[in-house]
C-alpha cells in the first residue's frame, strides 16, 4: 500500500529563517506528487506537481524538489502569511486516488 | 473561470440519521473525487467519479455512497451516521479521471454527528 511520511509534524519560524519540509514516499510506480498548503477549517490550496526524479518548482518563497525517495519543501525568508499546514500527497500505480501524509504544520512568527 | 464549490459549509447530525452533501466542480472538468478529513490528519480518498461512473473506491463501507451528474457536479450521501463521520468532507475536481492532473478542491463540508 501507498505510504507517504511527513516531517516534522510541526515547525515554527521566525520570519525570515529558512527551512525546508521533507515528504518521504513508499509507493509502486509514482505517476506524481503534490504539494498542498492548508489554512484550517479550509479546502487544500493546490501548490505545486512534480512528476520525475530531478525535477523542481518554484513558486514565489516556495520550492519543490523531487528524488527517487522523496520531496523536499523550501521555504526561503518566510513571512506569517505563510503560515499554514503543508500537505505532500502522490498518485501511484493503476489508482486515481491521492495519498496524503499527515501534513507540516508551519508557523512564522514576527 | 469558477472554483470548485461545495454546500453546505456547516452540518450537524445526529446518530442515526442520513446526510447529503453537493459539489459544483471546476469550470471544464469532467472528475470529482471526494475525501474524508478528520481533525490532524490527511484527507481519506473516498471515491471519484468520472463522467457520472464510479471510477475507484477507497476504504469506507456502503453506507457511503456518491452520484454525478451530466453537469459533473456530484453528491455523497452518507446513511446510518456514526459519531466518527464527523470530519471535514472535501470535494476535487480534475480533468479525465484517473490521470495524474492536478486536483482541485472545494472549502469542505464541516460535519458533526451528535
Known amino acids: 500500500e501507498d505510504q507517504v511520511t511527513q516531517s516534522p509534524e510541526a515547525l515554527r519560524l521566525q520570519e525570515g529563517e529558512s527551512s525546508s519540509l521533507n515528504c518521504s514516499y513508499t509507493v509502486s510506480g509514482l505517476r506524481g506528487l503534490f504539494w498542498y498548503r492548508q489554512d484550517p477549517g479550509k479546502g487544500p490550496e493546490f501548490l505545486f506537481t512534480l512528476y520525475s526524479a530531478g525535477e523542481e518548482k518554484e513558486k514565489e518563497r516556495l520550492k519543490a524538489t523531487l528524488t527517487k525517495k522523496e520531496s523536499f519543501l523550501h521555504i526561503t525568508a518566510p513571512k506569517p502569511e505563510d503560515s499554514a499546514t503543508y500537505l505532500c500527497a502522490v498518485i501511484a500505480g493503476t489508482a486515481s486516488k491521492l495519498t496524503f501524509g499527515t501534513g507540516t504544520r508551519l508557523q512564522v512568527t514576527l | 473561470e469558477t472554483g470548485v464549490t461545495q454546500s453546505p459549509t456547516h452540518l450537524i447530525k445526529t446518530r442515526g440519521q442520513q446526510v447529503t452533501l453537493r459539489c459544483s466542480s471546476q469550470?471544464?472538468?469532467?472528475?470529482v473525487s471526494w475525501y474524508q478529513q478528520a481533525l490532524g490528519q490527511g484527507p481519506q480518498f473516498i471515491f471519484q467519479?468520472?463522467?457520472?461512473?464510479?471510477?475507484g473506491r477507497g476504504n469506507f463501507p456502503p453506507r457511503f455512497s456518491g452520484l454525478q451528474f451530466p453537469n459533473y457536479s456530484s453528491e455523497l450521501n452518507v446513511n446510518a451516521l456514526e459519531l466518527d463521520d464527523s470530519a471535514l468532507y472535501l470535494c476535487a475536481s480534475s480533468l479525465d479521471g484517473g490521470g495524474d492532473n492536478e486536483q482541485f478542491f472545494g472549502p469542505g463540508t464541516r460535519l458533526t454527528v451528535l
Open positions: 469550470s471544464g472538468h469532467n472528475t
Open positions: 467519479y468520472y463522467r457520472e461512473e464510479e471510477n
